[in-house]
């Protein structure tokens, strides 16, 4: 039999399960639900109905929902009597590739003492396809077996906390064969899975898990925001097996490892799911209720709620409903608390980014080089109050506070600093902050405001490059070092809301890359030491990055061109480099500087050198905002 049948279906997921973001491949798929006729003996069926022979003719959906809807599991099927190396192999590759919780299937493919030894769960490797397979022509046969050789060019890998991380190099691994019953099983193998692109995005999806930011001397500068500032940590996780238990294991294993170093979790050391609990479902009144171990028996009711808010928001993407609370129960099933919707509104990411329906309005600076600003509703800018709307101002960028009451903004040289309230009569004051760059080019990039209060800027003077914070806007200037660079000069940058991420465009080498880093906090209040580590790349598809903004707790859009000549693209990517189930769009000629959200709920800006000021409609097409201005930005 050839590879149609490596997997059977089962029953279709129910409608409207957003989980199934992805439809398997063709030939993995029966489509039980769009067909007129079932034919069976294509793939192997537990059973086949019978045709109906009777009852009124019925029209059948062929919409793109239909299609989802139709979508049906798949199973590995067993290795058939007399499989060569080579088959069996390429038989357990796809084995590895259904919907089976626990790979039971795939593990027939296995010797004993393989089956014991593998660890599926150990990572996954993600190739461009899947593993080309072939007899090892150095290995041969031996005394013992048979070795096979897997190839292929690796794009990333998924380790075991489910973080993923790009990294393309070329793949070469080895499979050992031996004979136990006169047929041929796999009795050596590496740890993990490895798999095409297209399988791990059919079977893969990237879920936000929530911690809380560490913010060390930064604790309470907000009173605003206080200091129950959650942090969305991505991770993959499998589509179509029991999903929200899933995600909420995956929280409970704590932090990945990159993100570890500046977030914690409410959860006890140890904490996990109580025995017995097997399967995490939502009850009839949507409420999410999770027995925990004893680890968790005795904790108190704020830190309870701390636990039950990072439950609720990194579940409530994965259910097609909408949660109405959290209840966390002890392993005897008694209450340790209880989280509604309304009160987690105390905890959310929203407070941070804006989506609370809130319609930030749009700002940029026009050609007399002051700042003006307009809504959806208004076709023409007007000056913002204050001392950045005067004809004075001679101002080349700006960024506005996340309250919209405060603004940063640079000169046209780009060699000084301002901020401002946005009220009328208000003074920009004195410079904050000085660049001794005699060119605009190399003087100070638009500033970006966290939503903890704090003023982010670089200075790419060739002669002293800097990163620097300014708390509150007006506070003393604080370098901030950034130990990753290794040489390379900060251009341009955006920080996240919760201020514990940071977006640098790098250059170095004659290019500009997209890198992102971790905010560390250290020292004290008066004497704060902020660090930005673990640099790593990300949009690495494009050689040359002009811009980018933050658009969604752990998502970024990134206009840049893959080669030099080639169009320039508009791409999103997440946050670990992982590329983002986002098509990939024209960007206008000329991009110079991007703009969006992170509550995703305001269209893309974007500056152009040919479009001036350009905005992205919902059907997809760039529409003229400003024939003349700069510098596009959202509060942020």
């Not at 190739?127 to 005394?143: F, I, M």
């Not at 003087?443 to 790419?460: F, K």
């Not at 905010?519 to 990055?545: F, N, Y």
């Not at 040919?610 to 201005?629: C, F, Y």
Request: with cysteine; aromatic share 6%; proline share 7%.
């Amino acid at each position: 039999m050839g590879a149609d049948r490596r997997h059977r279906p089962s029953e279709p997921d129910e409608p409207g399960d957003p989980r199934r973001a992805h439809a398997p491949s063709a030939r993995r798929r029966t489509p039980l639900a769009a067909s007129a006729l079932l034919v069976c003996g294509a793939v192997v069926l537990t059973g086949c109905a019978s045709m109906p022979d009777s009852g009124d003719v019925s029209k059948v959906d062929s919409s793109p929902r239909a299609e989802i809807d139709s979508q049906v599991r798949v199973y590995g099927v067993p290795p058939g009597n007399g499989e060569q190396p080579p088959e069996l192999v390429s038989g357990f590759l796809e084995a590895i590739t259904s919907d089976e919780p626990d790979f039971d299937t795939a593990k027939q493919y296995l010797a004993d003492e393989a089956q014991g030894a593998w660890d599926p769960f150990a990572s996954i490797t993600v190739l461009a396809q899947a593993p080309k397979v072939s007899v090892d022509p150095t290995a041969g046969k031996d005394g013992n077996g048979i070795t096979i050789l897997l190839t292929g060019t690796q794009l990333a890998t998924v380790d075991d906390r489910h973080a993923y991380e790009p990294r393309e190099r070329k793949y070469e691994e080895r499979i050992h064969l031996a004979k136990t019953g006169g047929e041929w099983r796999i009795d050596s193998l590496p740890p993990g899975l490895v798999m095409g692109q297209p399988d791990f995005q059919r079977i893969y999806r990237s879920v936000n898990k929530y911690y809380f930011a560490e913010l060390g001397p930064d604790a309470g500068a907000s009173p605003v925001v206080g200091e129950d500032v959650l942090v969305a940590d991505p991770v993959y996780l499998r589509k179509r097996v029991d999903s929200v238990t899933a995600t909420v294991n995956a929280l409970l294993d704590g932090p990945t490892n990159w993100l570890d170093p500046v977030v914690s979790t409410a959860f006890p050391t140890g904490t996990t799911l109580a025995a017995g609990e097997k399967k995490l479902t939502l009850d009839d009144s949507h409420t999410l209720s999770v027995r925990l171990n004893d680890r968790a028996a005795r904790i108190d009711e704020v830190r309870c709620h701390r636990m039950a808010a990072q439950v609720f928001f990194t579940v409530q993407d994965q259910t097609s409903t909408e949660l109405s609370s959290v209840r966390l129960e002890r392993a005897n099933g008694s209450e340790l608390c209880s989280l509604s919707s309304e009160s987690s509104r105390g905890y959310a990411p929203d407070r941070l980014n804006g989506r609370m329906d809130r319609k930030y309005r749009q700002y940029f600076v026009d050609d007399k080089h002051r700042v003006v600003s307009l809504s959806d509703e208004e076709d023409v800018a007007s000056p913002v109050a204050g001392a950045f709307g005067l004809e004075g101002a001679q101002l080349g960028s700006v960024a506005i506070a996340r309250d919209e009451r405060f603004a940063a903004g640079v000169s046209r040289d780009g060699r000084l600093l301002y901020t401002s309230v946005l009220e009328p009569g208000a003074q920009r004051g004195v410079a904050r902050l000085t660049s001794r760059a005699a060119d605009p080019d190399n003087g100070l990039t638009t500033p970006s405001w966290d939503a903890l209060g704090g003023l982010w800027v670089a200075d790419r003077d060739p002669r002293h490059p800097r990163l620097l914070r300014l708390q509150n806007g007006t506070g003393t200037p604080e370098e901030v070092r950034v130990p990753g660079l290794g040489g390379g000069r900060i251009t341009s940058l955006r920080i996240s809301s919760d201020g514990m991420r940071l977006a640098l465009l790098v250059e170095r080498d004659g290019h500009t890359t997209l890198q992102l880093g971790r905010v560390e906090r250290r020292g004290t209040a008066k004497a704060p030491e902020l660090s930005v580590e673990g640099l790593r790349s990300i949009g690495l598809k494009l050689e040359d990055v002009d811009a980018a903004a933050w658009a969604g707790d752990s998502r970024l859009v990134v206009a840049g061109h893959e080669s030099r000549g080639v169009q320039k693209l508009l791409m999103y990517v997440e946050t670990d480099g992982s590329p983002a189930d986002i098509r990939t769009i024209p960007a206008p000629g000329g991009i110079q500087t991007l703009a969006a959200t992170e509550g995703q709920n305001r269209p893309l800006l974007a500056g152009a050198k040919e479009d001036g000021i350009v905005r992205l409609t919902t059907n997809g097409d760039w529409e003229s905002v400003a024939k003349a201005g700069v510098g596009p930005v959202y509060p942020g």
